[in-house]
T-cell receptor
Framework: GESVGLHLPTLSVQEGDNSIINCAYSNSASDYFIWYKQESGKGPQFIIDIRSNMDKRQGQRVTVLLNKTVKHLSLQIAATQPGDSAVYFCAENRPSGSARQLTFGSGTQLTVLP | DAGITQSPRHKVTETGTPVTLRCHQTENHRYMYWYRQDPGHGLRLIHY???????DKGEVSDGYSVSRSKTEDFLLTLESATSSQTSVYFC?????????????????FGPGTRLLVL
């Protein structure tokens, strides 16, 4: 079946380095993608989103890149800080009947090392 | 946090007992969702609502029912809890975000309810 998945379940980076979290999707009808951050014991928190008519979108210290040719998106975090340690989910949003459906990947655990 | 609260935040119950989880929002959003989150799985949609008294099933709706009698509250009921329903439950609302070329619906989540069924 079609799904959203992540290449790596865990990622460890040194504080101050840049982090790159990857996500693959397989549904060509998906036209909107979201990255969420989930800290331990909390709900997912919206980070950044991108529509399929864009290749890149930047936020504060975060950048999302979308490659529709290979159905891949990535989240780049600049100058990673200890507070960035969390699980990061990508989600794809696509039309589903009369509503839009959000499908989540299983997440990548980012650990920031001192 | 999009003005979303969930109650209770933690619940321990026994198999076969009914359980109701409450989601409350303060910003008058039309769409509300219930998800469950389990190790090894992403968030999975249980039920959603697109207005008062308007609900529909999601991917994993068996064993769950929902009600929405007013805009601000969306209730999730486990009629007879089973151990397989031990999970963390998240409520979400849908809000529109402006993008070049149109709007897109984004979901914002509550803090979650951790449910243990013994």
């Amino acid at each position: 079946g079609e799904s959203v998945g992540l290449h790596l379940p865990t990622l460890s980076v040194q504080e101050g380095d840049n982090s790159i979290i990857n996500c693959a999707y397989s549904n060509s009808a998906s036209d909107y993608f979201i990255w969420y951050k989930q800290e331990s014991g909390k709900g997912p928190q919206f980070i950044i989103d991108i529509r399929s008519n864009m290749d890149k979108r930047q936020g504060q210290r975060v950048t999302v890149l979308l490659n529709k040719t290979v159905k891949h998106l990535s989240l780049q975090i600049a100058a990673t800080q200890p507070g960035d340690s969390a699980v990061y989910f990508c989600a794809e949003n696509r039309p589903s009947g009369s509503a839009r459906q959000l499908t989540f990947g299983s997440g990548t655990q980012l650990t920031v090392l001192p | 946090d999009a003005g979303i609260t969930q109650s209770p935040r933690h619940k321990v119950t026994e198999t076969g007992t009914p359980v109701t989880l409450r989601c409350h929002q303060t910003e008058n959003h039309r769409y509300m969702y219930w998800y469950r989150q389990d190790p090894g799985h992403g968030l999975r949609l249980i039920h959603y609502s697109y207005g008062v008294k308007d609900t529909d099933k999601g991917e994993v709706s068996d064993g769950y029912s929902v009600s929405r009698s007013k805009t601000e509250d969306f209730l999730l009921t486990l009629e007879s809890a089973t151990s397989s329903q031990t999970s963390v439950y998240f409520c979400a609302i849908r809000a529109d975000r402006e993008h070049s070329g149109g709007t897109r619906e984004t979901q914002y989540f509550g803090p979650g309810t951790r449910l243990l069924v013994l």
